[in-house]
């Protein structure tokens, strides 16, 4: 059974860049997408992007110009790097297995976007 | 762009009761991708349903799921007390990729 387990800080300041990495334990990430995907406070859930294990991404429209996904198999990690951040950015960050419908998801890690 | 609409956005009712929560797209869902998560307070969400009425690994046979086009449904047949939480409609496999509804609540009565 897959496990996911976010990492990374839990503040980060106004116009920074926000770097998150999720392990993936419990099996191959190989023939796999992984996502990343958002919660603000008291709000649902926005999608940000996915990654093949083989490198492809797709991304959500309104962040493609301030987000990247990378995925390393080697170390079963992928990881999240968005830009230029604003205070709607605070939220908790979930990394998920799957492209489409997620079958696993990390515990999620807070992220608060402050001066 | 597919929006997702859930409705109610809360639904009172008392164990043992039937839930049903629905969710309506903008557009047509092509090929009926569309799932349903369940995520209680601090937890990530749990698949619950995909492809419209397939249930995920391990979960009861009180969630069912139902529809087509822009119309689905997800009914918990009867309700036991850790069913209280919030629900999920997402649609994938479009453009964008993923979309999901603004959530539903479900709080007992």
Redesign the interface.
């Known amino acids: 059974q897959f496990r996911l387990q976010e990492s990374g800080p839990g503040l980060v300041k106004l116009s920074e860049t926000l770097s998150l990495t999720c392990t993936v334990s419990g099996g191959s990430m190989n023939d796999m997408y992984w996502?990343w995907l958002r919660q603000p406070p008291g709000?649902?859930?926005?999608?940000l992007g996915?990654i093949h294990y083989s490198g492809a991404t797709?991304y959500?429209?309104s962040l493609k110009s301030r987000i990247t996904i990378s995925v390393d198999t080697s170390k079963s990690q992928f990881s999240l790097h968005l830009t230029s951040l604003t205070a709607a950015d605070t939220a908790v960050y979930?990394c998920?297995r799957g492209?489409?419908?997620?079958?696993s998801?990390?515990?999620?890690i807070l992220v608060t976007v402050s001066s | 762009e597919i929006v997702l609409t859930q409705s109610p956005d809360t639904l009172s009712l008392s164990p043992g009761e039937r839930a049903t929560l629905s969710c309506r797209a903008s557009q047509p869902i092509a090929s009926n991708?569309l799932?349903w998560?369940q995520q209680k307070p601090g937890?990530?969400?749990?698949?619950l349903i995909?492809?419209t009425s397939k249930r995920?690994?391990d979960i009861p046979d009180r969630f069912s799921g139902s529809g087509s086009g822009t119309d689905f449904t997800l009914t918990i047949s009867r309700l036991e007390p850790e069913d209280f939480a919030l629900y999920?409609c997402?649609s994938?496999?479009g453009s964008?990729?993923?979309?999901?509804?603004?959530?539903a609540k479900l709080e007992i009565k």
């Not at chain 1, 998801?105 to 999620?108: A, C, I």
Request: net charge neutral; proline share 7%.
């Open positions: 996502s709000k649902g859930l926005e999608w996915y797709n959500n429209s979930f998920a492209g489409w419908s997620l079958a998801w990390g515990q999620g | 991708y799932a998560y937890q990530a969400p749990r698949l995909y492809d995920a690994t999920h997402q994938y496999g964008p990729p993923n979309t999901f509804g603004q959530g």
